[in-house]
């Protein structure tokens, strides 16, 4: 059964503090994985990864795959509080087209 | 530009009854994604249109359907709805088919089912 889960599944950090976010993936065909933000309701994208071992970055964000073992990984550094938010990790993989199976999310909070 | 805008934005419906929410793309994306989110299953793909033609669809019942117009707006139905259907919908719409690097989502339609 193709699954993706996150963890951890809530986190609360200082402001200042760098947090790592973790996602694993079982699924068969995989395309992509991607990273949201999801502060009130619609999610922000953020990364897409498709190859192992390259770090993407943007900002204070980033984010590597690991294909081999079958995850990856989102880090926020020197966190704020407006990255207070809930964090998911999707994979993108071929069944009859293209389909996303999302984790259920990380929930981080930062507090001043 | 005006972004993804998706209608209605709350909705009360009871069980039995079929609903149709609507989602208009942002100007000159010609492809629109549903989803589902729910406390407990998260976030889940129901399906993609593009060029008014579903091109993916998720695990879902085929009491979820939905249809895109030649103007790519378009709308999701549920029929016979049951109290577990009560959740966020959230329409998405990008420029190419398939494109998640330029997939904007909308504000969503609040659902729920007595």
């Known amino acids: 059964e193709d699954k993706v889960v996150q963890s951890p599944l809530s986190l609360v950090v200082h402001e200042g503090d760098t947090v790592t976010l973790n996602c694993s993936y079982e699924?068969?065909?995989?395309?992509?994985l991607l990273w949201y933000k999801q502060e009130k309701k619609a999610p922000t994208f953020l990364f897409m990864l498709?190859?192992?071992?390259i770090e993407k970055k943007s900002g204070r964000l980033s984010s590597i795959l690991d294909k081999k073992e079958l995850f990856s990984i989102l880090n926020i550094t020197a966190t704020q509080t407006g990255d207070s938010a809930v964090y998911l990790c999707?994979?993108?993989?071929?069944?009859?087209?293209?389909?996303?199976?999302f984790g259920k999310g990380t929930s981080l909070l930062v507090t001043p | 530009k005006a972004g993804v805008t998706q209608t209605p934005r709350y909705l009360i419906k009871t069980r039995g009854q079929q609903v149709t929410l609507s989602c208009s793309p942002i100007?000159?994306?010609?492809?629109v994604s549903w989803y589902q989110q729910t406390p407990g299953q998260g976030l889940q793909f129901l399906f993609e249109?593009?060029?008014?033609?579903?091109?993916n669809k998720g695990n879902f019942p085929g009491r979820f359907s939905g249809r895109q117009f030649s103007n790519s707006r378009s709308e999701m139905n549920v029929s016979t709805l049951e109290l577990g259907d009560s959740a966020l919908y959230l329409c998405?719409?990008?420029?190419?088919?398939?494109?998640?690097?330029?997939?904007?989502f909308g504000p969503g339609t609040r659902l729920l089912v007595l």
């Open positions: 998405a719409s990008s420029l190419v088919q398939g494109s998640k690097e330029t997939q904007y």
């Open positions: 699924v068969t065909n995989f395309r992509s």
């Open positions: 498709t190859s192992s071992g």
């Open positions: 999707a994979v993108e993989h071929q069944v009859s087209g293209y389909a996303l199976n």
């Open positions: 100007s000159g994306h010609r492809s």
């Open positions: 249109y593009f060029s008014e033609t579903q091109r």
